[in-house]
């Protein structure tokens, strides 16, 4: 079963825009993971927001954490068309694993 | 730092055949996980080893799927027999150890199977 579910399914946007997508989950957790996935390749790990945080910056990333409504958004600033890809939201399951949402679909027009 | 190495790239098969798929985790990283990535939805889970023992693989359809993980380095995916509905991205993943929730994973570049 999915714990997180990303929202929206897909986001379109100009390059230079800032891009937002967010993600709800179901249990508790210790901390929530956003990972990125160019069409074609595996995921990468961008960021880990431990349950004690409620915010916190990479580069051009922003996640925050809002334990009480079991939510996450990332964002994105100035967006560049290399930007485009899939975007999941992570938590762990009762075994210790990981599990995956269903992703927002970024798309970046230059 | 090498990634992680998955082959083949893409297979195609016809169904109640059998395929296999290969995967060499990070050096050094003693968790290895099988996901399997349907399009447009996110990973999921099939199985996770901890060195060469399996730690879950709940999610795994054992009737058709068998995965193994000799010496703890490692490890192979089977279908047999492949079904349309197993087309998909395989993934395979790694990380340093088990149980540690800020463990953060590595994925390889996945094995895209279609199933005619």
């Known amino acids: 079963s999915q714990q997180g579910e990303e929202d929206p399914q897909a986001l379109s946007i100009q390059e230079g825009e800032n891009a937002t997508m967010n993600c709800s989950y179901k249990t508790s957790i210790n901390n929530l993971q956003w990972y990125r996935q160019n069409s074609g390749r595996g995921l990468v790990h961008l960021i880990l927001?431990?349950?004690?945080?409620r915010e916190k910056h990479s580069g051009r990333l922003r996640v925050t954490l809002d334990t009480s409504k079991k939510s996450s958004s990332l964002l994105i600033t100035a967006s560049r068309a290399a930007d485009t890809a899939s975007y999941f939201c992570?938590?762990?399951?009762?075994?210790?694993?990981?599990?995956f949402g269903k992703g927002t679909k970024l798309s970046v027009k230059p | 730092e090498a990634g992680v190495a998955q082959s083949p790239r893409y297979k195609i098969i016809e169904k109640r055949q059998s395929v296999a798929f290969w995967c060499n985790p990070i050096s050094g990283h003693a968790t290895l996980y099988w996901y399997q990535q349907i399009l447009g939805q996110g990973p999921k889970l099939l199985i996770q080893f901890q060195n060469n023992g399996v730690v879950d693989d709940s999610q795994l359809p054992k009737d058709r799927f068998s995965a193994e993980r000799l010496k703890g380095v490692d490890s192979t995916l089977k279908i047999q027999p492949a079904k349309l509905e197993d087309s998909a991205v395989y993934l395979c993943a790694s990380s340093r150890m088990w149980g540690a929730t800020n463990e953060k994973l590595f994925f390889g570049s996945g094995t895209q199977l279609s199933v005619l």
């Open positions: 927001i431990r349950s004690n945080e």
């Open positions: 992570a938590t762990r399951g009762s075994q210790g694993n990981l599990i």
